[in-house]
């Protein structure tokens, strides 16, 4: 594999062909802060704080280094007045949200941004995807997913593989930034898995049709986040 | 139908349908496209069917639904060849007497033609109304000329002699060079050469390449794609199939928005029929070129006309953009090479090849070539679809072609390039539409929404409408878009509601900004496009909302009040009986006041009040006067001198 040497604030670094800006910067100790990114997972370019400045051939651009993929010759600039503001921004919507996640509550001191600038939605969710996602691609187990799109979407557990695999894995929930995760895993597990006697008439008869119809909590439920 | 073998074969066919016909008999064309079904095309086909088999006329006149010819506003519209009389808002009724007086005799219908506005003339001709006249139609033209639903239409008129050309006359890179040498501007949007696209796909390694048509056109108000999928299929048909021939690919799919439920069908019916006629297939016409397409339907998500999110969602997962910063087509469909254009860019090709890239250079500016379609909405008389070439100012698409604004308003903004795009003020209606023109004026060429505004439209509100749809239509997967969109709606929906505060442009600045840096996806980064463009060139209209709670041009309902003149109003009691939550008071002779508490500025008394008396006033930011006193409501007759 081939070595790219580039620039980062000031310091040559090498990276190997194929790396993203940030692995590159972590493997050199240089600090980029992130929000959705996790090593075990596929770069997923949601939350964009660890956006930076790139300059090559004389263009300055801005890039999420979460996915951009080295260069030789590149110089990046891991702060910049432009990086920094909109960090801030970024920061500043997410905590309308969740407005006291401990990692929030420290990028905010950094970038100095301000805890009420937005007027607040208290889903507490900031959508970074790392459950999901690690249920996905770790624990190979899809039992929570997103649902909707766009200001609506949410994260919802699926009850019928949640009430199967969770309870001996919750590797996802240290993961999640806001412990909204925890909370609805537990309205999840109170108002929508299937109850033990279900589980186990359905075990003695194979051959009932439309496993997922009834369960004792009251319907399809997911819990509400409004 | 036996598999077209060669390209004599093919061409054998073209005079064997074009013989059958006698190109002098009557051809009665009736536009079967959305618009005019829905003001009642079904009915005067099925009329001039019955009417022709009731006069014994069927052996010589042939009668056909056909694609849309753009002229909705006046739809249903119908065309009878070859003298190319053209009528109007044809109903069922009108059938007997245009069989009677234009197939039997030699007449015209004089009150179903066109009438222009202005000088009152009638013209009898499609090509002598002002509406096509000023326009430039290469890619629409065909559409009244064909049943969409066939084959031999399209054959006749020359159909498939381009992909017969490119595969029998050109070799693979003589197709890209002269795709390149057009210098085709992608139509859906960001206007990305399409023959630099194309060969960035044919020279990267991976053997397995795609072509894509992109039919998810979602903008409000646009239906360019549309008309071109229900109308002329095969066209779109022919160009993905050269696309494929130039780069190298065997497999091409079309991603059509179910909303579309004609285009669907019709596409799938064009593919049924190009495979039967061996234009689609093993071997196509002895060229040894393989193709086969499929059609996929999208479930309705606007993002999914974003390259990357339709890809996603064509592999059957959520149609969500991807982060990577490779190209889609390096990497795309499958993480193979694919080539994504949009239905009118492909529309484009057969017409290319047929008559070369130095013809299709003739028309436009120096960077964009070609014609282009539009669709004019909104304050327009000729509500429709226009093909003009480029280079038209904005001027002449919205007078001489649009007609104009309607009911003697004056004009105030048009809005181009669909939600994302921006909306240009009067004093740049001088403005050549080309792509660089319309981005450098902060709007775009988009896909070809055209959506145009008068003098009552309030521009913050539409800033706010618009910010809306995206933030609907956002997929919520990265924060500047997600986020930021929901809080630009937020504060343009207050600023519109009179709560607007000192700051609140700043903030909308801000979080333009970081949409537009930091957005994951196209979407993202243009969807602040509408504040922006709006603030730049209305920016006193936001301040009267902000500083003077005040909306200049009196539409937004929580900023304007109706007051009744006391000394125009007749007490008719017009207003006061119409009035739904009785917010009016008064009575015979006794001259009516708006009771400002319970009134909700519905604007119907403003509808009513019979015009000779105009007493009903809207007023916005400043105070409205005083009720008269009592004593002096009621209404003396005067006297007459």
Known sequence: ?226 | MARLKTPEELQNLRQEILSRKDPDNPCISICAGAGCVASGADEVIEAFKNEIEKQNLTTTVDTKGTGCPGFCEWGPVVVIYPKEICYLQVKAEDVPEIVEQSIKGNKVVERLLYEDPATGEKAVKESDISFYKNQERTVLCNNIKIDSKSIDDYLAIGGYSALAKALSKMTDVEVLEEVKKSNLRGRGGAGFPAGRKWEGSRNAPEPIKYVIVNADEGDPGAFMDRALLEGNPHSILEGLIIGGYAINSNEGYFYVRQEYPLAVENINLAIKQAESHGLLGKNILDSGFDFKVFVHQGAGAFVCGESTALMTSLEGKVGEPRPKYTRSNIKGLWNKPSVLNNVETWANVPHIINKGADWFTSVGTENSKGTKIFSLVGKITNTGLVEIPMGMTLKDIIYKIGGGIPDGKKFKAVQTGGPSGGCIPEDKLDLEVGFDELTKAGSMMGSGGMIVMDEDTCMVDVARYFINFLTDESCGKCVPCREGLRQMHRILTNITRGKGKEGDIELLEALSETAVEASLCALGKSAPNPFLSTLRYFRDEYEAHIKEKRCPSLSCKELIAYYIDPSKCQACMICARKCPVEAIDGGKKKIHIVDQEKCTSCGTCLEVCPPRFNAVIKLSGQEIPDPLPEEERMITKKSKK
Not at chain 1, 67 to 88: A, F
Not at chain 1, 169 to 179: A, G, R
Request: glycine share 8%; hydrophobic share 35%; aromatic share 8%.
């Open chain 1, 1 to 226: 594999m081939s070595e790219i040497q580039f620039e980062i604030d000031g310091k040559e670094v090498n990276a190997d062909e194929g790396m993203t800006i940030l692995e590159a910067a972590q493997r050199a100790g240089i600090f980029i802060p992130t929000l959705c990114h996790h090593e075990k997972l596929e770069p997923y370019g949601g939350c964009r704080v660890c956006i930076v400045e790139v300059e090559e051939r004389g263009w300055t651009k801005l890039v999420v280094s979460c996915v951009y993929p080295v260069q030789n010759d590149i110089i990046v600039r891991t702060r910049s007045e432009k990086v920094d503001r909109i960090r801030k921004t970024i920061i500043e919507l997410l905590m309308a949200h969740a407005p006291d996640s401990p990692q929030l509550v420290e990028m905010a001191k950094e970038y100095g941004a301000v805890r009420d600038r937005f007027e607040k939605d208290p889903s507490f969710c900031i959508h970074c995807g790392l459950c999901v996602r690690y249920c996905a691609e770790v624990a190979k187990k899809n039992a929570l997913g997103f649902v909707d799109r766009g200001i609506n979407k949410e994260i919802s557990f699926i009850p019928e593989i949640a009430a199967k695999e969770c309870n001996d894995c919750k590797e996802c929930f240290p993961l999640c930034p806001t412990s909204y995760l925890q909370a609805c895993y537990v309205l999840t597990e109170g108002l929508a898995f299937p109850s033990p006697s279900f589980e186990s008439a359905q075990g003695k008869n194979n051959n009932t049709e439309g496993n997922i119809s009834i369960n004792s909590g009251g319907g399809e439920m997911t819990p509400s986040t409004d």
